[in-house]
C-alpha cells in the first residue's frame, strides 16, 4: 500500500510539474503574439483573417434595383456600390453601414463595376450604357468621361498608380485608357473570341488579366499589349478574374460551376479547380492572398483556402445570386452584392 501511495504522489508532482511548464510555454508564446500584433496591424488582422469564421454583421437596404457590384475604399471607411438601374451610393462601413452621401445617378443604364484607384482619391464606374466615367470620390463629381467601346462595358480597374484604367466589354476588346487626361483609348486588346467580362492590373501593374465568354483568360503584357498566357480551361464563360497579392495566381470564377486557380508567369494548366453546386460570378483573394472568397448563383457566399482549395465556410443570407464580393484592406471584412437589392457585410 506505501508504495501505491508513494507511485501515486509522484505521478501527481510530474503532472504538476508539467502543467507548469506548459501554462508557461502558452503565457511565453501569448506574449510573444500579443508584441507583435502591437508592434505590427497587419499581422494582427491576417491572424484574425485565419482564425475565426464569417458571422453577418450587417445588411445595407434601400437600392431599388440589383447590385452588380461593390467595392472598398483603400482605407476601408467606405464601400461604393453600382447597380442595375444606373445609381452609384456610398456607404459607411462604421456607424451601422449607413449611406455617408447623396447617391449618384451615374449612367443611364445599369452600372456593372465600380473600382478605385489605390490612394481612394478616384473611382471608375463602367457601364451598359459603353462608357467608363471617373470621379472624384470625396466630392463626387464627374472628371473624365470615356469614349470608344461599341458595347456594354462589363468591367473597369485602375493600374497600380492610377495612371491608367482598364476595361472589358461586350464588343469583345480590353482597352486601355489615361485615367488622368482622358481622351482616347491608348490601347485596344481585340484577341478575345466573345464578350470580356472581367479584368483585373497585376499588383505591379505589369499584366492586364481578362476572363471572357470565349471561356479563356488571357494575360497581357501591360506595356506593349502582347498576349502573354492564353488560359484555356474552363468549360463555359469567364465571369471574374483577380490576382493574388503576390501577383503569381490568377483566380477565375466561371459559368461551369468552378473556380480556377492559374500560374500567372508560367501559365499551363489550372493549378486547381474548385467546383461550386452551380455557376460562380465573382471571385476574389484575401489581402493576404491565403484565402479566397466567392458568390455564386445559389445566393451564398464561401470562403475557400487558397492552398488547398479546401471549402472553410459558407456565408448564407442572400436570396438571390451574389454578383460581387470583395475584401475590406486589412482582410476582416467581406462584403457582398447581389440580386436580392442587399449589400451585407461579414465579419
Keep these: 500500500m506505501k508504495s501505491t501511495s508513494f507511485l501515486t504522489i509522484a505521478i501527481s508532482l510530474l503532472c504538476t510539474v508539467r502543467a507548469q511548464l506548459i501554462l508557461h510555454d502558452v503565457a511565453h508564446n501569448a506574449s510573444h503574439t500579443a508584441n507583435n500584433d502591437v508592434s505590427d496591424e497587419r499581422y494582427s488582422a491576417t491572424r484574425m483573417l485565419q482564425v475565426g469564421p464569417f458571422d453577418l454583421s450587417r445588411t445595407l437596404t434601400g437600392n431599388a434595383r440589383a447590385i452588380n457590384s461593390v467595392a472598398y475604399s483603400p482605407n476601408g471607411n467606405e464601400i461604393v456600390s453600382g447597380s442595375l438601374d444606373g445609381v452609384v451610393k456610398f456607404w459607411s462601413t462604421e456607424n451601422g453601414g449607413s449611406a455617408v452621401r447623396n447617391p449618384i445617378q451615374a449612367h443611364p443604364s445599369s452600372v456593372n463595376s465600380v473600382a478605385f484607384n489605390l490612394d481612394g482619391s478616384r473611382f471608375a464606374t463602367g457601364s451598359d450604357d459603353r462608357t467608363i466615367k471617373v470621379w472624384d470620390a470625396d466630392s463626387g463629381d464627374l472628371i473624365l468621361t470615356l469614349l470608344g467601346h461599341l458595347n456594354a462595358v462589363?468591367?473597369?480597374?485602375?493600374?497600380p498608380d492610377g495612371s491608367r484604367i482598364v476595361s472589358g466589354s461586350s464588343d469583345r476588346t480590353v482597352k486601355v485608357w489615361d485615367a488622368v487626361n482622358g481622351g482616347d483609348a491608348l490601347e485596344t486588346l481585340p484577341d478575345h473570341g466573345s464578350s470580356v467580362r472581367s479584368v483585373a492590373y497585376s499588383p505591379d501593374g505589369l499584366q492586364i488579366a481578362s476572363g471572357s465568354d470565349d471561356r479563356t483568360i488571357k494575360v497581357w503584357n501591360a506595356n506593349s499589349g502582347a498576349v502573354l498566357q492564353d488560359l484555356a480551361g474552363h468549360y463555359s464563360g469567364v465571369n471574374s478574374v483577380s490576382y493574388s497579392p503576390n501577383g503569381s495566381q490568377i483566380a477565375s470564377a466561371s459559368n461551369d460551376y468552378t473556380i480556377s486557380v492559374w500560374d500567372s508567369i508560367n501559365g499551363g494548366v489550372a493549378l486547381k479547380s474548385i467546383r461550386h453546386p452551380l455557376p460562380v460570378y465573382t471571385v476574389v483573394f484575401s489581402p493576404d492572398g491565403s484565402r479566397i472568397v466567392s458568390g455564386s448563383v445559389d445566393?451564398?457566399?464561401?470562403?475557400?483556402?487558397?492552398?488547398n482549395g479546401e471549402l472553410l465556410q459558407t456565408l448564407e443570407g442572400h436570396s438571390e445570386t451574389v454578383?460581387?464580393?470583395?475584401?475590406?484592406?486589412?482582410?476582416?471584412?467581406?462584403?457582398?452584392?447581389?440580386?436580392?437589392k442587399t449589400i451585407k457585410l461579414w465579419e
Design 299 to 307: 445566393s451564398n457566399v464561401r470562403l475557400w483556402d487558397a492552398e
Design 154 to 159: 462589363n468591367s473597369v480597374a485602375f493600374s
Design 323 to 340: 454578383r460581387s464580393v470583395a475584401y475590406s484592406p486589412n482582410g476582416l471584412l467581406i462584403v457582398s452584392a447581389s440580386d436580392d
